[in-house]
């Protein structure tokens, strides 16, 4: 935090781009890694009060404050409830399905993309435990159980999915494009 409380800027992790060849694991990581300093870039040099704007009248709850917290907690329900079995700490209830977008859009910016990077940091320690094959302690409704590889591959797929309404987002807020 800074003098004034408000939180301390993000020092984006690097895009470091994925190796053209390599096992598994590595080329996974790599570029569920990518992806994930890909959202810190999206968000770069925005100012505050964009973050919490909903441009798209037909998503009112789709800001980029809201994408970076639904990812936070993403990563915190794979990782930490499915694979480690740990208790749910998210917001989201049955009462509720869109609390994480709302709390996206009454954050700072800032503060969202450090609670992702810690929780992406917790994500890592615990790939790094496991083996690709390891099932999940916990089953999810509608899949079961399932393997870190899946996860692996599906927080790929996700966390690439919202890079791309981040670009949108991003260009409806102040114009900015990028790759």
Partial sequence: MNDDNRPSPVSPPPRVDPPMAADERTMLTSWLDWHR??????????????????????SPMMTVGGVVSHLRWV???WF???????????????????????????LPLTRLLQDYEAQC????????????GAGSRRA?????????????????????????????????ADGVTGE
């Fill in 37 to 58: 300093a890909t959202v810190h870039a999206k968000c770069a040099g925005l100012s505050p009060e964009l973050s919490s704007k909903a441009p798209l009248a037909t």
């Fill in 75 to 77: 990563e915190a329900f």
């Fill in 80 to 106: 930490e409830t499915v694979m480690s079995g740990l208790p749910e700490k998210g917001h989201v209830t049955p009462e509720d399905p869109d609390a994480e977008w709302r709390l996206g859009a009454q």
């Fill in 121 to 132: 940091a917790r994500s890592r320690e615990i790939t790094a435990k496991l083996e690709m």
């Fill in 140 to 172: 999810h409704h509608g899949i079961g159980h399932t393997t870190l590889r899946w996860v692996l591959v599906h927080m790929i797929e996700e966390t690439a999915r919202h890079n791309g309404h981040l670009d949108l987002l991003r260009e409806h």
